[in-house]
């Protein structure tokens, strides 16, 4: 649905490249990811893919359509959350939609129906300007869903979200992957990444660095990793031991011969913790 080919851009027409020869490819029904810290690029990808910014360098294409000449087809077709909501704020929750919907020539979405799906029908013909912070997102996200997009664009949707919210959306972008949509999802959030992604694709410094499943990542670059406490002379104890090592193998059989072990858990690596080991810097 998505293909990126050694794409370049430079917001100063120079060598000085934001985003610096990537490639990639987005599948249909595909929930794609990427992770990285802010300015590693993740938005000018994003910008460049919907048509924000334009083509400098490279080749990309959505379900077919040449982003470099784009037509009215291809944004029918594609839905777009911003991380920082951009709304009119003189206009209430449902004249935002409202008007919205009448920039496509496809079947749109009830507005109502939208603005019920993330808790804002109270506020429906409250003024956007009044809007918390939460609220202004949620009205963003449900407004990216108004054409029904085939081809979702996700930046941070839940950024600034209370973990009720956050989790209602996830819920929501769950759903429209079961429906068919193919999510491209950026993020610099481990855990949306790990709770929703197909694949995932690290970038830093506007290039990427690997592109792979969370699982796949987890077993190549992750430690195995079994957490246990237990009861010795009456103190409770905290170890880690490791999988792989022969050695903590057998103290670990050991300790559990013992009958002492009051909790055990099995513990992998974040994808923040493999982040760093590919990348050299966190998330942040």
């Not at 429906?124 to 939460?134: I, L, N, Q, R, V």
């Not at 081809?151 to 068919?180: C, H, Q, Y």
């Not at 499943?213 to 990793?225: A, D, Q, V």
Request: net charge positive.
């Amino acid at each position: 649905m998505i293909k990126v080919k050694n794409l370049y851009h430079s917001y100063s027409n120079d060598t000085n490249y934001s985003v610096e020869d990537i490639n990639f490819e987005v599948e249909k029904g595909e929930i794609f990811g990427f992770l990285g810290p802010s300015g590693a690029g993740k938005s000018t990808t994003q910008k460049i893919l919907i048509g924000l910014l334009p083509l400098q360098k490279g080749e990309a294409s959505i379900s077919d359509y040449n982003i470099r000449s784009p037509k009215e087809e291809l944004f029918n077709l594609i839905g777009v959350s911003f991380e920082h909501p951009n709304v009119y704020r003189k206009l209430s929750g449902l004249e935002n939609l409202e008007f919205y919907r009448k920039m496509f020539s496809v079947k749109t979405e009830d507005p109502m129906k939208l603005l019920r799906m993330v808790g804002l029908e109270n506020a429906a013909k409250k003024k956007a300007d009044g809007y918390s912070k939460g609220m202004l997102q949620r009205l963003v996200f449900v407004r990216s869903m108004i054409n029904n997009p085939k081809i979702w664009f996700l930046d941070e949707p839940t950024s600034g979200l209370d973990p009720n919210s956050a989790s209602e959306i996830k819920k929501v972008i769950k759903e429209k992957n079961k429906e068919g949509a193919t999510i491209f999802l950026t993020t610099h959030n481990m855990y949306i990444a790990d709770e929703l992604c197909d694949r995932i694709a690290f970038i830093n410094e506007g290039k990427i660095e690997l592109i792979d499943s969370p699982r796949n990542l987890k077993l190549k670059y992750g430690e195995k990793l079994i957490k246990v406490e237990y009861k010795e002379n009456g103190k409770l104890k905290k170890e880690s031991f490791s999988m792989v090592n022969d050695k903590d193998r057998e103290m670990l059989n050991s300790l559990i011969s013992t009958g002492k072990i009051e909790t055990m858990h099995s513990q992998e690596a974040t994808l923040e913790e493999i982040f760093i080991k590919v990348t050299g810097r966190g998330l942040k």
